[in-house]
């Protein structure tokens, strides 16, 4: 997914500050999550609940940011653009579904019942996050792509 991310900021990164800002933000999720899920750190014990919390506070900002400021931007009143998101959007919600019942899981409180489930859910999470950044990138892609031709014609 870093490896993803980097391919998306080469190709788009210095177009918009908005778009900036939301990969930016992308990469600090990612990060934290591979800490949460002790990637490249060979340890198997579960995070503390104030990294969970954070991660999670991480996640709602993301996701929120995304519905709330980045999608609206994405999607100008081009007929062309709006028949992409909408074909997108229904699929962008299971992503966002799975964000909060994440949250709404292990935000809060971390007991010893839900260490049992952690892995599992994180594992889930991170899969729902892939495809939400793959559809975002193709979002993404395609504004500035509809941009450039608009411009060329």
Not at 85 to 101: F, R, V
Not at 106 to 135: H, P, W
Request: charged fraction near 20%.
């Amino acid at each position: 997914m870093l490896e993803q991310l980097d391919k998306v900021k080469a190709l788009w990164g210095g177009k918009s500050q908005t778009v900036d800002n939301w990969l930016q933000s992308r990469k600090r999720l990612l990060v934290s999550y591979c800490q949460l899920a002790g990637m490249n750190t060979g340890e198997h014990v579960l995070p503390s609940a104030s990294a969970i919390e954070t991660f999670c506070e991480q996640l709602m900002d993301y996701v929120s940011t995304g519905h709330f400021e980045v999608f609206d931007m994405l999607v100008p009143n081009n007929t062309a653009m709006q028949d992409k998101a909408t074909s997108l959007y229904p699929k962008l919600a299971q992503t966002t579904d799975a964000a909060l019942k994440f949250n709404d899981n292990f935000a809060d409180a971390f007991s010893v019942k839900q260490a049992n489930a952690f892995d599992e859910s994180l594992s889930t999470l991170g899969e729902a996050l892939e495809l939400r950044f793959a559809m975002e990138d193709e979002l993404i892609a395609y504004m500035f792509s509809n941009a450039m031709d608009s411009e060329r014609t």
